[in-house]
């Protein structure tokens, strides 16, 4: 598996503690930054991973900001993409069991770095449903054309 992660100025922390969960896990990734806390424009941030994940460069995504709200819909306004705003477990288990989210949204001001482990986790190892979901997922594609 390779993850694509991201934040912005309000994610940064977080993002950092995220990574070194996937340090843990032996999970690969690319980090698109940003590499100071200086504030920057999240969608500048969210692009290259939304795009990647996109492209099938990477298998999934993580972004983080303030409240994880910027990042979720500039990641959605990408082809292919549904990225999933989740600040709770239950939630991270059925975006993946149900709409098969292939990135996660955060916020940093909302969770803290437990919780947020937590939830990557989860996300990560809980596999799509297929099913009836599929049929769902195929009438969320055509919404994009």
Not at 20 to 25: F, K, N, P, S, Y
Not at 77 to 103: E, P, Q, W, Y
Not at 126 to 131: R, V, Y
Request: proline residues 3%; negative net charge.
């Amino acid at each position: 598996m390779r993850i694509a992660i991201s934040s912005d100025h309000g994610g940064n922390q977080l993002r950092r503690e995220i990574m070194q969960l996937l340090d843990e896990l032996q999970i690969s990734y690319e980090d698109f930054g940003p590499q100071s806390a200086d504030s920057v424009d999240y969608p500048d941030y969210a692009k290259p991973v939304s795009e990647g994940v996109a492209n099938g460069e990477f298998d999934k995504g993580i972004l983080i900001c303030g409240t994880g709200i910027g990042m979720s819909i500039s990641a959605n306004k990408v082809k292919g993409i549904r990225c999933a705003l989740v600040h709770d477990v239950f939630s991270a288990k059925a975006t993946r069991c149900h709409n098969d989210s292939n990135i996660l949204a955060m916020g940093e001001r909302v969770i803290g770095p437990g919780l947020a482990r937590e939830i990557v986790q989860t996300w990560l190892t809980t596999e799509f449903e297929g099913g009836r979901h599929v049929r769902r997922i195929e009438k969320i594609t055509e919404l994009e054309q």
